[in-house]
């Protein structure tokens, strides 16, 4: 799982002042400044937050803090659970009861504000992680045996563990903060294609372990033509998520 980590916690990091600037707060895994949030995913703030020490949350803590390095993030005025901070990045939860629409955002240092922005969230909007921003995009995914998928194509007809955000509403519902530590479905019908084909979904809710993180189960499609690396895509109750690239031998 340290993939999964790895996605979440990195970061650009850069020195700078203090001075109150615009946050500008993007759907983590697509990373296009045009798309929403949606509640209880993970979401990145960019701007520019002054000396801050880079820091993040460790799994091995029982919860998410709300403050990291003396830096809180606020949404709709509620503090947000921290993944990861540095001067100019701030990786985050959006609160799972954040409502629909436009919302403020604030960062604040100690009880400095220090930058100012909105954010568009929706009740989902899912996103599948990547591991770059190149053409191919291969995406964080495990294949059924837990062998990184980078390193190990999959076979066709067999399984793969797909990392998103942003897919919604869940039964039992997340916590904010909190390590779900068992599955729970999505509310939304969830579909997948490979290649363009409709895979079959196994399963499409929280990840255990990670706060935030969707985790959606596919079985590859048993077509000669789909090996290499081949577009993959999911999409909750008809919204599409940005495409990834899934590795198939």
Request: some cysteine.
């Amino acid at each position: 799982m340290r993939h999964i980590l790895y996605w979440i916690a990195s970061a650009v990091v850069c020195v700078s002042g203090w001075a109150q600037t615009t946050v500008t707060v993007i759907n983590y895994s697509g990373f296009d400044t045009k798309a929403p949030v949606a509640a209880g995913s993970i979401a990145s703030a960019y701007g520019d937050f002054g000396n801050v020490q880079t820091t993040a949350w460790s799994a091995n803590e029982p919860e998410m803090p709300r403050e990291l390095a003396t830096i809180k993030l606020r949404i709709n005025g509620n503090d947000t659970p921290l993944y990861f901070v540095s001067s100019s990045q701030i990786n985050f939860t959006v609160p799972v009861n954040t409502p629909s629409g436009q919302q403020q955002v604030e960062v604040l240092a100690g009880s400095n504000v220090v930058a100012k922005g909105t954010v568009n969230v929706y009740d989902f909007f899912p996103a599948l992680a990547a591991r770059t921003t190149d053409a191919t995009r291969p995406g964080v995914i495990l294949n059924e045996d837990n062998s990184d998928n980078l390193v190990v194509p999959a076979t066709r007809g067999s399984v793969v563990q797909v990392f998103a955000t942003g897919c919604g509403a869940t039964n039992p519902p997340a916590q904010d903060g909190l390590p779900p530590g068992t599955v729970a479905p999505a509310n939304a019908s969830v579909q997948a294609y490979v290649s363009w084909d409709e895979a079959e979904v196994l399963y499409a809710g929280l990840q255990p372990q990670f706060p935030g993180v969707c985790q959606v189960n596919i079985r590859i499609p048993q077509k000669d033509y789909i090996t290499g690396d081949v577009p993959l895509f999911i999409k909750a109750n008809g919204v599409a998520s940005n495409p990834v690239s899934v590795r198939v031998q």
